[in-house]
């Protein structure tokens, strides 16, 4: 066991990484099509890749973009779809990435608080009815960065009548969807609303490996275009030996199998975990959440997780304030990742903090 235990980090553990796998992937992708793939390439991604995500989505090819990742695809939608100075719409905490570009490609941003089941509805309508129509909401729905949480199908339904009401643009960013733990798949926003309306993002960094860097985005195919123009002119087109690699992991059947042994190895994390909230102190607020890679707690009154940060490290412990989730207050949340550490690795972090957050009180 490593001295220090990250819950910091988004990533999956490493056995979720299938090696094996993606060698042999890669080396059906290199004798299928080992030119094309070893060339540049269009900037909008391999188009075997694109077809096969275009299936999955019930899309056309040309509304498929695919990305270094989906951050890059949210990063393209800021700098082309977007202009300084508009209102963006953000779940209150949020993905501390998305912030920190909104707020370095100069946003305004409209923070609407998360609920245990998804974004305030009632609190974004109130906003729009006083003016505060925002040009894009930028939504997690299912078992949300940071909070874990999960719009339920009659917030996902209000929130799409009301961007019809108003007029706004959804962006649905559902990287951990496919990692549902127990429940009931929830349709996506997407699926219920005209491309124009919902566009829609994903990746898979989480259902597959985060080094291959293949995300992408569903819009009309104009933007599609837009982004390739903007891809061609700054890396001329994606790593294509990934894609390939993982079109093949697509069209031989392996990404239904490979989503069910991750989902596995999170669910015996999050049990873990769940299990080490013993060790928190009284008063300590969470919601177990159904899927994905997060758990975030809220502390008792007279703790601060900003403060505890630093003893906690020093206690071998990491985690990502919920400070950095929020454009302002958050001081007693934290997100505690449990994706990429082993659940002995869990139980034994969660007994470190327990021990400082208690010692605090
Ligand atoms: C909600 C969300 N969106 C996007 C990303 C970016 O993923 P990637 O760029 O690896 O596809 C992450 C990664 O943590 C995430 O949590």
């Given at each position: 066991m490593s001295d220090s235990i990250s819950f910091a980090r988004g990533a999956p553990c490493?056995?979720?990484?299938?090696t094996d796998l993606i060698a042999e992937c890669s080396q059906k992708a290199l004798a299928a099509d080992g030119v094309r793939l070893l060339s540049y390439g269009t900037g909008q991604g391999y188009p075997p890749l694109r077809e096969v995500i275009a299936d999955m989505r019930g899309v056309?090819?040309?509304q498929v973009f695919v990305t270094n990742g989906s951050l890059q695809g949210f990063v393209f939608l800021l700098e082309t779809f977007l202009e300084p100075g508009d209102l963006v719409a953000v779940e209150a905490p949020t993905y501390d990435r998305a912030l920190l570009q909104l707020n370095l490609h100069g946003m305004k941003i409209l923070p609407i608080p998360v609920e245990v089941d998804g974004i305030d509805v009632g609190a974004l309508e109130a906003a729009c009815s006083a003016g505060?129509?925002?040009?894009m909401l930028y939504t997690i729905?299912?078992?949300?960065?940071?909070?874990g949480a999960t719009m339920s199908q009659a917030k996902r339904q209000a929130l799409l009548e009301l961007a019809e009401r108003f007029d706004f643009t959804i962006l649905e960013d559902d990287p951990y969807g496919p990692l549902r733990f127990e429940g009931e798949h929830l349709p996506g926003l997407a699926e219920g609303a005209p491309v124009e309306r919902v566009m829609f993002t994903s990746s898979f960094s989480k259902t597959v490996a985060p080094g291959l860097r293949v995300g992408y985005v569903i819009m009309t195919p104009e933007m599609a275009a837009t982004f390739a123009t903007t891809a061609n002119q700054t890396y001329i087109s994606p790593a294509f030996l990934a894609q390939g690699a993982l079109h093949q992991l697509i069209i031989n059947g392996h990404l239904e199998p490979n989503i069910a042994k991750v989902t596995d190895l999170m669910r015996e994390r999050r049990d873990a975990m769940v299990a080490g909230l013993s060790e928190m102190p009284e008063g300590t607020v969470c919601t177990p959440p159904e899927g994905g890679f997060f758990l975030w707690m809220e502390l008792p009154e007279s703790l601060s997780a900003d403060a505890l940060f630093a003893p906690a490290k020093d206690a071998g412990v990491v985690y990502v304030k919920g400070s950095a989730c929020v454009l302002e207050g958050g001081e007693r949340t934290l997100r505690l990742a449990f994706s990429g550490v082993s659940p002995a690795e869990i139980t034994e972090g969660m007994t470190r903090l327990g021990t400082v957050f208690r010692a605090a009180t």
């Open positions: 490493p056995e979720a990484l299938s056309n090819a040309d505060n129509v925002p040009k729905p299912n078992f949300q960065n940071p909070s």
